[in-house]
């Protein structure tokens, strides 16, 4: 009899270890669960043809730039090229989710599925964005919806240089930002 209840409990035992075992995962593993449903919970009827608080007041973008190198200066051409970050920050409540005070670092592939600014360079003759080894963009998004878009390119911007006092001239070239 004593064996029998011993027995009982040693299976009861191995039992519940065994259903433990089946349904632990790793913190990682189940984090990323929680954050592919936030994804899919918050882009669930997201129009991306639609900028936030359309109908509303104007959307405030804003925006810094950093210049990462000047690569040349063309007197030929009228222009200069330069290696740029541009980092963009909106709020678009649509995307916020209810984790408190989370935020998410997601890939560039991201912006394609939400609305981003329309943002160009109005002097700019050629530009790419750089894919070494993956597309050097990136988007932040925190629970309330406030977004940071990043991106790194080269562009190449016509300057209309003043040459009559070469070559003890001064030359004012811009970054003319547009969107």
Not at 33 to 50: A, F, H, S
Not at 119 to 133: G, I, R
Not at 161 to 168: A, E, I
Request: proline share 3%; glycine share 4%; net charge negative.
């Amino acid at each position: 009899m004593a064996i029998d209840v011993y027995l009982v409990i040693f299976i009861s035992f191995i039992f519940r270890v065994s259903c433990d075992l089946l349904e632990w995962r790793p913190e990682s593993s189940r984090q990323l669960d929680n954050v592919t449903e936030i994804i899919k919970k918050i882009l669930d009827g997201y129009d991306i043809r639609l900028r936030p608080n359309f109908g509303g007041r104007p959307l405030e973008v804003g925006m810094d730039l950093s210049i990462a190198s000047f690569d040349s200066i063309s007197e030929v051409n009228m222009d200069y090229t330069i290696t740029l970050y541009l980092n963009q920050y909106w709020r678009d409540e649509r995307l916020s989710f209810s984790e408190n005070n989370y935020e998410l670092t997601l890939s560039g592939d991201f912006a394609e599925r939400i609305w981003v600014p329309d943002t160009f360079f109005a002097n700019d003759k050629n530009s790419f964005l750089h894919e070494v080894t993956e597309k050097n963009k990136m988007v932040r998004l925190k629970s309330d919806g406030y977004i940071a878009y990043g991106m790194r390119f080269t562009t190449t911007l016509a300057c209309m240089m003043d040459l009559h006092y070469y070559p003890l001239d001064s030359q004012n070239c811009t970054v003319e930002i547009e969107s």
